[in-house]
């Protein structure tokens, strides 16, 4: 069989499977410092919640807020302490099997819909289970024999855990939404809305050209993020802010739900089956709309950024305005250009934001406010490989069927979000922050 | 309305509308040639085949091949017809919406599944519309004042017609494959089977460089195979011919299906949603593998092509090989080095067949035998647009959620294959001729 | 084991299992002129019907005519030829399978829903099929050492196939409501509609008592119509004849399908989830009800029953009519009570005709015309046991979770119905003819 | 319109809509004393669950315990205080909607599915909601001008309660044996297995004749359980005992689920299609059968009843065994002649325990230890009205499709159970305790 094989591989003249780099070669304090700012930071945002909150579980997509607590944990303990710290006994032993997602080279993952039905443990053994960890790992970060490989995989945990922050608060808004009640996950009184006017839509012209693209190997990134490489692309424009809610108002207003020509086939399809009329969190109330926000519902401001809206209806939109959505690389590309800051999950505010004009017309709310959909289905670039070892399972299984947002939410931390990241979603998602950046061919 | 929307829309910066330059002014004499050779090849492809065979659907994503007819002469009734030929009266009202696919703006279409419903119209009767159809178009295309558009709608029609004989095959063979007794498509007696033996499986390397893909405008092309534009490659290595079954073998008896280490996420619950095992059709009889043929079940050939995998089939079995699928793009510049041959439609086998050696290591059976999956998933090129009018619907319905095929198969017809041809597929597609091209990366 | 369960069965208490005394011992001449007369009547049910029309499915409860055909034939070489005609040969190994619909101790039978697929074997096929097994039963039911065993089955077949003629017509004609050409099943012109007016529509009245019901054991009957046993029933009154049209258009008119409640837990769901608003075969033209018959579609008569209701329908328009269904054995006795007579398949009518007023108040449309929904749901009587040998499957197996229908309807052969036949249809079905009768309790 | 409707019902013939006798004029002070009591058994039930375990639905047919707290309170604040208690003020109008569950005339009620995501209110909201109920009733029960209507609707209440008492301890059990850890709902130490063999199976003899059945009108019972009315019924024999684990296992080491020729049509379906292959609750462990209880996990005792399996598991069994179910009838017979003891909730066992022999081979386990299944389906008594008012609802609903249960388990409450007691599930369930009583013809 052996032979057969090396026969049709091409593993031979493939470079050998070196060990790959490891970027910048952070300092174990540097980490330490990351690690306890991301913890306290998830302790933050579950602070407001009571343990029945955390048990929830609103849809096939969505996870209950002590299992994120619990897994990101899991993550910790299952690639980074029992490989790496000597003498390390985990936690419990079944809570490997119930706080695994989907890595199958950690033993059969629970389904996903059960997640729901984990009374036990309880929030008190799970934080107990979250500070026996943090122990754990801050001795290992400290301890004399650390390896870079551990050092490598804590970083990854971190920012792992600063994924599941951005899905848990995305999970929690949709748990309170489908509850009559209509509970706040923040506060209990709506903070003000901003009064600004949204600059003008204009477009920002780029070159055709030749440009580098991905992750550079001495960052820290995913590996789907990477490897660097060239792409060319033809001249395109670049709206200056996101699609704001009042004009996503006039495309439902000139019946853009119900015109076929506007949408996808699958699209169209989706669109009937649910019944979709208006983005997630709209709500009619007589001739108003309202929306639902984490600190309750309240009237929609027709300047802020449109957001919750699936990539069908983006696209759609797009095809509507005369324009389309970007390619990865064009965002990417413009994306490059401009400062990375914006309206972000330490920011507390949850919610998209009214844009300020940039100077000299430079594209503004590129990183932060709403993911922006982009035209670009997720796929591996050139000459890409999982990472070695059991965490490759991480990003290479999702690349079939999704699309690729980009620039980050209200919802993710300021220190997870980069240039080059790309985020993958299925075309219906809706409950996550994602809205729309318009684009089109330049001239 | 249109004041808010022309705000946020880059239509002023656009290009006019222009009309699209007609690929290379075929002539009118050109295309009646064309169209009379291509309504002989599917009355061919028909003739062995009874009323109730042509009724038969096996499955969400075929036709009865009597629909196949109907509504590929609906194509030209519906948008060459109507529209152009001065006094045209439909053939019945109802056939309209009845052979109707998915065009939403040609009326509403009736559900896929009801198609086999349809025993009337009957046989007969479609042949009669046929015909009617065949000699109003006939007649449009002799006469006087014959305009360009509807020449060009007529060509559209011709290649649309030509899809459609692809999937009869498909689709019968399936047909036949779900019936206890089954029945053979061609012939009573099988083909013999060819006794040649695979040439030794080898990369064949490409450099790194700024290719230009895409179909050239002025000739003949669906929409989404255009615009011709650059994209920058890595190197890149190409395997010299198609996987054979019995490297896929070597892939089953090693476990492949049950080790989800090779598998994308989707695709490995695929896998256990339907009890994959190998591919479609093939059958474990004792010891022997079998597999079902348009003339009937034979004994499995290891030197043949693999074929009728799912992509998600290709992909494991490429991980499983140490390779990877190549990119769209990977496929096109190294299919343009090779001459458009292969073993096609015409050749009347509707099964791959065992490479012969090319010259120098040039890979052969880039056309025809098998589709061949790439890692690219569908999208719109850049400057892509989709082409004016109603059959504007023609391609970019689909351009999400779905993967990437090139090279036609044994079930192509010879003139509808290019090399900037692209086929979209959902990722666990089987039951069309799709088949397995490996690549690696450049050293 | 086999001690054990001596131990907990009462096998050794019970009757020994004889052979159970045959109705009234028929002659072979009777039961071959009966069977001569039945394969008679499916030809002419199938007569109007092309090669393709006897395809069709239309759905997960309806069968393709050619299939009813090959099954009704099926059973007579099952269970009939191949265990007592001596050295029979069956037609074909594999139209076991294929034409065996649920029996599952004669083998797996095949999909249902695939039942559609079978092009092969054709109708020409099917048909030398049926020649040869009727010309293998007619030697059989001629021959000398034709067994008491055999004649049993024989007659029992025949009543199978008379059950499949019923089933036929219903089938075929829900095939032609889904065709969008909507053909005619029978003639092409509608026979005249008949311009008598409902009689008033009164209650009859019963007295309380201890009666018999259930087939008499010297009668021929499927196994749960017997044994005959007494039952205790409280004075009732039972309408006079079924409920119309009209008085069903007063239900609609007064939002029956819009108020909770009249309807069933179960049926509610079912209304919100068809979106029913009238009987299947109802559509409004306007402001002019239509309905669909074997002849075509045509002008709602008040005056005729109402039909192709579902148990949901029937008990719903009860509530609301301040009455209820009756029990089944309610209307047994009522139906003992009256001459079998209506209008049944043999006139040709395949659909329910207005009543005529009965001599003194007598109920009258209690034979065919449309099933009655009654308020029993499928059980075995006391002291069912299913018939012995593999024919046993025949009845018990559907005794759950389905209501009992009396009467027969215009599909309905009228040597196959009799007053102790009981019918069981899911409560959601609606395709067979199946109407109202009223009852309530006595005073 | 009613002038038409009014010439179809049969009202005017009717007996007058008198109110009904209330059963035995029940004083507030009895009435008092169990509310209370109930109450506390209620409280008693919850007490070991934390507000977390309070949260979790298993599937689609239970529910949360606190979602069980909230409806039984909602039931008396909706049905007898708002109409009754003169200026009773809901505690939380949206509560009306949220506790709902399946009444449709008092407003829509929520999703079934969604109970589990109601992490508001908390389980301290619900408690004080309770509270607050229960200082209005008692109120309401001791306040001079109390009318009997809203006494009967209190009684209703109570019984009511209990029946959710019940789903309680079947939905809570099943919630922690989906829960990999496994938890035990009461105590952390298992009980003592009583060391009885169980006595011997035997049938026990009764006559035919025409027999009473049906709750006397003056005795509290649920509008379903009459009227009181006569049944004539066959010799039968009535097994003296519950079939046993060690008889059950008999049946499967027969292959007993891997048989049809045992199972009725639809639950052969099911069997396949969940892939039963023991009672629910049962695993296996090495040659070991283990049983999940209330206490947690232990070794399966062979003398104990078997539990936990659904209608057609009983059936099936019975079928293998050379018996049948009895009847309702000739359940309610047999339950009639011997004391209304038995293993109940109050005992607090939550587990059905081997039975001890009755006197003179008198029927024992007849109350109490596990549900019986019957062969009846679900239908109303000759004379059948729903209860007057939205209460209504009841039970008349649910008269379709389902089969009925007799005798009470381990999981009812003691003043709950009675002879003509009837309870309704589907054929398929199996999270209730429901075991088997062997039934045949007598000789």
Redesign the interface.
Known sequence: ?AS??S?????S???SQEERVTAEQKTSETILGHYRAVRRQTDLLAAPL?????????GPHTSPVKWHLGHATWFFETFVLTPHLNGYRPFHP?FR??FNS?F??AGAP?DEA?R????????DQVRMYCRYVDDSLQNLLQSANLSQEALRLAELGIHHEQQHQELLVADIKH?FW????R?AYQGSSLPPINQLTAP??K?HAYLEG?YEVGSPENEFHFDHEGPR??????S??FAVRL?TC??YM?FI??RGYER??FW?????KVVQQHGWKAPLYWEKSGQEWKVFTCFGARKLNEHEPVCHVS??EADAFAR????RLP?EFEWEVAAAQVKSEGNLLEDGIFHPMTARAGEGDVPVQVYGDAWEWT??????Y??YRPAPGVAGEYM??????Q?VLRGGSCATPRSHIRTAYRRFLQ?EARWQFSGIR?A??G?
């Open positions: 069989m057969l094989k026969i049709i591989t091409f593993q003249a493939s470079p009571s343990a029945e909150d955390q048990m929830v579980q609103s079944l099997t119930i989907y199958n080279s629970p059960m729901s039905t984990l009374s036990r443990p309880s929030l748990s489908i509850n009559p009640l509970p003008p839509q477009p030749l490489h060239k792409v060319h692309l033809k395109w424009r699609v009042g004009e006039a207003e000139d076929p020509e996808m086939s699958d699209g169209w990539y069908y509507w305005a005369g324009a390619t035209a670009s289905s997720s796929a591996g050139p000459g290479a299984k999702f690349m079939s069927g699309m075309p318009l089109d061919d001239v």
